[in-house]
């Protein structure tokens, strides 16, 4: 639905508090440029608990410098992001991506070949597998994967090391979840029934999403608000429903006409 709107009070220190109506994720007016070029123009998008938020646009648009920002492997060159309310980078602060409650998602989603299914769910959380039996078994149970605990990445399918990246990236229980075209390298067939599979579990675990995709059928299926991004700007956000049937002009039309 609607975004909701932050609001952020001081504290007896003057620290700034959440409110539970604030937004998991907030981006505000970020740029990027490189070598005088602007990829990203004043792009500002938020993400409220437990919602999906779709970066929607054709190749090249700026969507994964966009989320490349937004996780900390990159800057902006101007703008800044908070998540849960605390700035995590502006143009004083930049924080390392361990350290911003981001969980992270990319098309080739490296699992570590030299670890269990179990040792790669765990790896991300303190003690490890043996310090989290509960939560490493819940997650494969979840995701379908409960037998295969000691296998081994190379033993499994692409849908299958989907899952086990899926399970790993939510082990920690991250504020907001970064997934950037999740689901391009699986085949045709797997694809819609992995989505809705996805969908279920991060709406199980409350999970707030920003999620890439340059598939309009992919947003519709997945996503509570749209930001239509071309040429580096937000041209239009909405509920998806919205976006489809009211594109802000022709070149939004024409790139929701394949879908049915
Ligand atoms: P999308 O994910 O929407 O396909 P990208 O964010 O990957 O788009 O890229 C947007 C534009 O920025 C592209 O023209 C790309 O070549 C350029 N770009 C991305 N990263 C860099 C970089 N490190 N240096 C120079 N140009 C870059
Ligand atoms: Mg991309």
């Keep these: 639905g609607t975004p909701l709107l932050g609001l952020l009070i001081p504290d007896e220190n003057n620290h700034q508090r959440t409110l539970p109506t604030q937004p998991r994720l907030e981006i505000h ?23 999906v938020t779709c970066l929607l646009g054709p190749s090249g648009c ?28 502006d143009d004083r602060i930049h924080m390392p991506p361990e350290h911003r409650g981001i969980g992270l998602m990319f098309q080739d989603f490296a699992l570590f070949p030299h670890l269990s299914v179990a040792q790669n769910v765990a790896f991300g959380l303190d003690g490890g597998y043996r310090a989290n039996r509960k939560r490493v078994e819940e997650l494969l149970e979840r995701v379908d994967l409960s037998e295969f605990l000691d296998t081994y990445p190379h033993q499994l399918s692409g849908g299958e090391q989907q899952r086990v990246a899926l399970a790993r990236a939510l082990a920690p229980r991250p504020a907001i979840m970064l997934m950037d075209e999740p689901f391009s390298g699986l085949d045709n067939r797997l694809r819609d029934d992995i989505r809705d599979r996805t969908l279920e579990l991060l709406k199980e675990e409350n999970t707030s999403v920003l999620l890439v995709t340059h598939e309009p059928d992919e947003a519709m299926r997945m996503a509570d608000e749209i930001a239509l991004m071309r040429a580096g700007r937000v ?25 049915n």
């Design 62 to 89: 700026g969507k994964s410098t966009t989320l490349r920002i937004v996780a900390g492997v990159d800057r902006q060159s101007s703008g800044n992001i908070s998540v849960e309310g605390r700035v995590v980078s």
């Design 29 to 51: 007016a970020i740029s990027r440029r490189f070598d005088g070029r602007d990829v990203v123009t004043d792009v500002s998008l938020q993400v409220a608990p437990g919602q």
């Design 235 to 259: 041209v239009q956000r909405g509920a998806p429903y919205h976006i489809y049937n009211n594109p802000v002009d022709r070149a939004a039309a024409g790139f929701f006409s394949d879908i």
